[in-house]
């Protein structure tokens, strides 16, 4: 797993471990004293994520990576936020800044968080305290300047349907790290998620003009009006290809949770992989979204192509 990281070719490297395997779910070596099991199957990721969720959960190994930099709030536990955008109100010199140490405190989160696994020492290094202070202070100083203009904007919020985020979150608390972590928290979920399905969106249109035809076609019938949540809803077009986008290049491609007791998965089990599996308590459940995507079995033989007519 390490090489594939730095590599940069972690995704694929797994989907060819499935692919020689020919099973979807499987007991995997992440180490030399330590196992997961892996899985592509549907019905294991419904039962992991709904129907047996409280079974399993983060993990220690991965709230402790998280917790120096985004604080014990959403992604480092096991509860669900709603989303909304934070809004800086800071020089552009102090927000560049920001923007850097954000990426920066990001690199040793994703890798170690993205499974759970305990990765070398080599994604540690002494400038992350400093970016993880850089990235504190900026929040806190949004929060003080929005904490100052909290009136202001219980004024205009009666003649508006806008809503702001971090205003909203004073409604509920005016503990300033509590906000801090929560505004972070969304930041860190929302930013790249967002980049990367618009960044693979238009990568695809530039190579299919007949898609970015209908497309652009669809969009014309909109009269230049901004869309109504109703009108989003029936444009056909757009949602195949965003769909499509996520099933080829999933913005979460991977993830995984610790059994905090003993469970079981669907399937994967026995000679035809139809048979439950049992899951021990301290075990880790790995599901691979990039490669049951790519699963020929499920999607046709052209699985791997762009088709969002599919």
Known sequence: MYNGLKSQTALERMQARFDRSGANTSEVAFSLRATLFATTEPENLKTILTLRFNDLELGNERKQVMIPFLGEEILDTDGARAYSPLQPGSSNQEANEFVRAFTYSQSPSKAKAMTGVSWPRSFTNPRLKKQYKIVNDFVDTVIEKAMANRERYEKEKEHSNCRIFIYELFN???????????????????????????????????????????????????????????????????????????????????????????????????????????????????????????????????????????
Not at 177 to 199: Q, W
Not at 210 to 230: G, H, K, M, Q, S
Not at 253 to 275: F, M, Q
Request: glycine residues 4%.
């Open 172 to 310: 509920q608390t005016t503990n300033a790290a509590k906000i801090r972590v929560e505004s972070l928290n969304i930041l860190f979920a929302g930013r790249d998620i967002t980049a990367f399905l618009l960044s693979n969106v238009w990568f695809e249109l530039s190579r299919l003009p007949v898609v970015y035809a209908r497309l652009c076609a669809e969009i014309d019938t909109l009269n230049n009006e901004i869309p109504t949540f109703e009108q989003i809803q029936s444009l056909k077009c757009l949602r195949a290809l965003l769909n499509e986008s996520l099933r080829l290049y999933p913005v979460v491609p991977e993830n995984a949770r610790l059994a905090v007791c003993d469970t079981i998965l669907p399937v994967g089990g026995g000679p035809d992989g139809k048979s439950p599996v049992f899951v021990a308590k301290e075990k880790l459940a790995y599901w691979s979204v990039w490669t049951m995507h790519w699963r020929k079995d499920l999607y046709g033989k052209d699985a791997e192509e762009f088709r969002p007519e599919r």
